[in-house]
């Protein structure tokens, strides 16, 4: 399967490309095996405005990262 899984900035929808550095390029951007391991670097980074992108051949899912609740 051709399943791709990147972070996003849904403002200026650049891509995570590593610590700190992004792309417009989504051929240069981060992969990440899931959707659950792009949230979870969203959140340790601190990153805001994110979106997990899933592309599959022919077509694109987006899910917004949601802050986890203060307990």
């Known amino acids: ?3 791709k899984v990147f ?3 849904a403002k200026t929808r650049s891509y995570y490309s ?3 550095c992004w792309t417009d390029d989504v051929q240069r951007a ?3 095996e899931s959707p659950d ?3 979870k670097r969203a959140r340790e980074e601190q990153m805001n405005l994110m ?3 899933i592309q ?3 077509k ?3 899910i917004p990262v949601l802050k986890p609740a203060s307990l």
């Open 30 to 32: 981060q992969t990440f």
């Open 7 to 9: 972070l996003r900035h």
């Open 60 to 62: 694109e899912t987006v």
């Open 18 to 20: 590593g610590w700190r």
């Open 51 to 53: 979106e997990v992108v």
């Open 37 to 39: 391991q792009a949230i």
């Open 1 to 3: 399967m051709d399943t």
């Open 56 to 58: 599959d051949p022919g």
